[in-house]
């Protein structure tokens, strides 16, 4: 029997590109296709306001669906209100999917409110597909319940960007399409006929993408810093590979990896932590993969997910509702332990999945101290230095004690570019331990609720160390804590976690001379080794670990 190439090739393409297959889910749908036109929504008239609503906030399950009804526009369908980018804008013509909170669910004739107040935008750049997938309306799962949280989130179609999968073109055009939906958004804002007139708070414009989306998100962010209130990449491409120059990224940040990413490079340093300045998170998905950040993206050959794509949902609603709350201007105990301190891993582990997440954060608005953040180098394996404090990094039996490679801080890419130097690698030899210590330079008393704080994983070989204990040497004495006390309720693995240990059985008025880890049959990275003084809740957090 003879092939009909041809036929074959059209039924895979109605398969493989069909928008109309979504994740099945045994919660009633609370998104719409359009079918009923946007034009017959109109505009509700009230007052600027930030959502509050205590009962939501205080659960901190931020995972489930906020308390407004969404709607959203559908530029593929009949109606005289198509949103585009503008004609002076550099890509005009560009299509946005918008999905926004409404005061309650449309009715049979699609009319209803856009709710009062001037909501926060969430601008979003989708990963590169083939052109006929409608790929940047596959996101509704997140979109939707972004909205239901109180914020317009605007899908940008980037989809003619796919013919240069690894191009610095492709960063650039999807960089500019992201220009243009700004452009676009800034004059619907002041359009007094537009159903998002005043409706649309850009001083709390918050950009975000997935893959090679997400790196445009950082290509944007580095043109228009002070336009931009925070950031959040879902497994980001490096951009700096792509002759763009890292950032000192100050704005608040959300950085979302996948633990079986196979667009991972490898070793797995994280290649853009070092760029992030302010306060950040960093979360990596347990058991998840690049493509379930979509709604009904297909698998590849490679990809070998342990969790299911509605678990991997779920998960980062959970993380991104609450930072972008956190970001703006929301108060609330239960975000800042969602994004802050291990409460959030508990929450996966309790209410979502079993093999939890990683997590490491900053948060500048404590008191801290840096003994060592490891970028005083630009070479690959620099020689013993001086930390922040001036005090001496001393290492002792190590196979292996260097600042490794991670991300390039100039904008040109060759073979002899210089590499900023990100974490340090610690390995003893076999069978052995080694002793890493860093001095204190000057005197540092110990506060009230102090805390000591670093990122560590397991480096990729050997395995996790049988032990790791860290040693606090003061005036009063040496403090002993065993590290697997203090990461959170998932072992440590290739991805960095954050270590929080509560210093408040030494007493209060202590010095603090060094600080040293002691490490046994196995080999691991460390980052980011602070003294913090920890808020109410982490110190609440902090001990509940340990239960």
Same mark, same amino acid.
């Given at each position: ?363 500048? #608005? @404590?008191?801290?101290?840096?003994? $060592? &953040? *490891?970028? %005083?180098?630009? +070479? /690959?394996?620099?020689?013993? =230095? ?90 009063? #004495? @040496?403090?002993?804590?065993?590290? $697997? &006390? *203090?990461? %959170?309720?998932? +072992? /440590?693995?290739?991805?960095? =976690? ?50």
């Amino acid at each position: 029997m003879k092939l009909n190439y041809n036929l074959l090739i059209i039924i895979l393409t109605l398969f493989s590109c069909s928008s109309r297959t979504f994740m099945e889910s045994d919660e009633d749908d609370s998104w719409h296709d359009g079918e009923i036109p946007v034009c017959e929504v109109v505009n509700g008239v009230g007052q600027d306001q930030l959502f509050e609503n205590s009962n939501a906030l205080e659960s901190g399950n931020f995972f489930e669906r906020g308390p407004y009804p969404i709607w959203n526009n559908s530029p593929e369908d009949t109606c005289s209100y198509e949103l585009v980018t503008p004609d002076d804008t550099i890509f005009p013509g560009t299509e946005l999917y918008i999905t926004y909170p409404v005061k309650q669910w449309p009715t049979e004739t699609g009319i209803s409110e856009i709710s009062d107040g001037a909501f926060p935008v969430f601008l979003f750049s989708h990963a590169n597909n083939d052109e006929v997938s409608r790929l940047y309306k596959n996101y509704k799962s997140l979109m939707n319940h972004l909205s239901s949280w109180g914020f317009i989130a605007v899908s940008i179609n980037s989809e003619e960007e796919n013919c240069q999968p690894s191009s610095s073109e492709n960063l650039r055009d999807r960089a500019d399409r992201m220009h243009s939906a700004i452009a676009a958004l800034e004059k619907e804002n002041q359009n007094p006929d537009s159903i998002f007139y005043q409706k649309l708070d850009l001083s709390r414009l918050f950009i975000s993408g997935h893959s090679r989306g997400g790196g445009a998100a950082m290509v944007v962010l580095s043109e228009i810093p002070d336009s931009i209130a925070g950031i959040v990449t879902f497994m980001p491409v490096d951009h700096t590979k792509y002759g763009f120059g890292s950032l000192d990224v100050e704005i608040p940040s959300l950085i979302v990896s996948a633990e079986l990413d196979t667009d991972l490079e490898y070793p797995y340093v994280e290649k853009i932590d070092g760029q992030f300045k302010g306060i950040y998170s960093f979360l990596t998905v347990n058991g998840g993969i690049h493509a379930y950040v979509t709604d009904t993206l297909w698998l590849r050959k490679a990809d070998d997910p342990k969790i299911s794509r509605e678990q991997q949902h779920d998960i980062l609603k959970l993380y991104t509702t609450a930072f972008l709350l956190n970001a703006s201007g929301t108060q609330s105990k239960s975000i800042k332990n969602i994004l802050f301190s291990h409460a959030g891993n508990t929450t996966v582990k309790e209410m979502i999945s079993d093999r939890g997440v990683f997590t490491f954060w900053n948060d500048p #608005g @404590e008191n801290y101290i840096f003994i $060592d &953040d *490891f970028q %005083g180098s630009y +070479s /690959v394996s620099p020689s013993e =230095t001086i930390n922040l404090t001036g005090g001496g990094n001393i290492s002792s039996f190590f196979t292996l004690s260097h600042e490794v490679s991670a991300w390039y801080p100039d904008s040109i890419v060759s073979g002899d570019a210089l590499v900023r130097t990100q974490a340090r690698q610690l390995v003893p030899s076999d069978n052995s331990s080694g002793t890493f210590t860093m001095e204190i330079g000057g005197n540092l008393e110990l506060e009230e609720k102090m805390q000591l704080q670093f990122a560590v994983k397991r480096s990729d070989s050997p395995s996790w160390p049988e032990s790791i204990e860290i040693l606090v040497h003061t005036s009063s #004495g @040496e403090y002993a804590y065993s590290l $697997d &006390d *203090f990461i %959170g309720p998932v +072992s /440590v693995r290739e991805r960095m =976690t954050q270590a929080v240990i509560p210093l408040s059985d030494i007493s209060g008025d202590s010095r603090v001379f060094a600080v040293s880890l002691t490490v046994s049959d196995g080999g691991i990275f460390i980052d980011n080794i602070r003294f913090t003084v920890e808020t109410e809740e982490e110190y609440e957090t902090a001990e509940e670990s340990k239960m």
